[in-house]
């Protein structure tokens, strides 16, 4: 059992180094239209992260690897009864790549305007898309005795916990673009960038809020396992690293901010598996019919062989990555070959 053990904090830990890696980048096109107010500090905005959006999507890919090998049949479920959704994020993560590709072909304030449009509201049709999707998780699908999630349009994913937790992941998402923002411009677009934190942390403050309090005056079952006190460390530690990254904000020093930042979004996200576990999909239908890190995972062989190549292959991930960052480190200097 200890290989489901490990597979299941590996995956949590994959889908955490996506929100993190990747969050930031849909964070700057979250407040790609609203931060950055003419053509110069919108190229500035989309160079911070142009050298390594998409690296930072191979963590994307690597958490629906993982989750085909390790757990098959919950990949099933997933990508069978939430096919609409599947699709609607596969167009909105095309139409960001497109935007940032295609703005910078042609000079008309006209053309560019509408890529900056497309690359706006793609990042927030992704972040929505992504909190909707852990908020349908959260509370739970209907799935049946043989694995099979039962739904009848994409309208019943937008129930009032799913669409709260896709408003706090947009404003989570949004400051650590901001924080990464704060990182790589200087001038009057990082004073702008600098001002819309403290309002956005503490509308962030607010849902996080809500979200636990609506879970907590429903009885919801996640909430039960931190009946252990000391399970409660991990989303104690998420409040610490809030408070951290306010007060570094605050106190100028944007790389403990960013840090603290990316800290809370991966202890927030163990907080809900630990809360799940050790469900990967629970069912409203009947409980016996969740699919758990037990029921839902390949064979003993191949979890092995999976972690063979996982200790092989993800040191050579995170050193590709680590190098990309340390070598576009800095503030954002445009140039010919510049979006």
């Not at 690296?55 to 629906?64: A, H, R, T």
Request: net charge neutral.
């Amino acid at each position: 059992m200890w290989l489901n053990y490990v597979w299941w904090g590996l995956f949590v830990c994959v889908i955490a180094g996506y929100l993190i890696m990747d969050g930031f980048d849909i964070g700057v096109g979250l407040l790609h239209l609203f931060v950055a107010r003419n053509d110069t500090e919108r190229r500035i905005s989309l160079n911070s992260i142009g050298p390594i959006w998409d690296g930072n999507e191979v963590w994307l890919v690597l958490g629906g690897g993982v989750l085909f090998a390790a757990f098959p049949i919950v990949y099933a479920a997933l990508f069978s009864g939430f096919y609409g959704a599947m699709m609607l994020v596969l167009l909105v993560l095309i139409l960001r790549t497109v935007s940032i590709e295609f703005r910078s072909k042609v000079a008309a304030p006209g053309w560019r305007a509408l890529w900056d449009g497309v690359f706006a509201g793609a990042s927030l049709g992704l972040a929505l898309l992504l909190g909707v999707a852990f908020g349908n998780i959260v509370s739970g699908v209907p799935l049946d005795a043989e694995g099979q999630v039962r739904i009848g349009s994409l309208l019943d994913l937008l129930h009032p916990m799913s669409l709260l937790m896709g408003l706090t992941t947009v404003v989570m998402l949004a400051i650590q673009g901001a924080l990464y923002l704060d990182l790589k411009t200087e001038g009057a677009l990082n004073a702008r960038v600098r001002r819309c934190l403290p309002p956005l942390m503490g509308l962030f403050a607010l849902l996080a809020v809500a979200t636990d309090g609506s879970m907590f005056f429903s009885g919801h079952p996640d909430l039960s396992v931190y009946r252990q006190v000391w399970l409660l460390l991990v989303p104690l530690g998420a409040v610490a690293a809030f408070g951290v990254s306010w007060w570094a904000s605050a106190r100028r020093r944007p790389g403990l901010a960013f840090a603290s930042w990316a800290a809370l979004i991966a202890l927030l996200l163990f907080s809900v598996a630990i809360g799940l576990f050790p469900n990967l999909l629970p069912s409203t239908t009947d409980p016996s019919y969740s699919l758990t890190i037990y029921n839902a995972a390949s064979s003993a062989y191949t979890l092995t062989v999976m972690l063979v190549v996982a200790l092989i292959g993800m040191p050579v991930v995170i050193a590709y990555l680590a190098g990309v960052n340390y070598f576009f480190r800095g503030k954002v200097r445009l140039s010919s070959h510049s979006y």
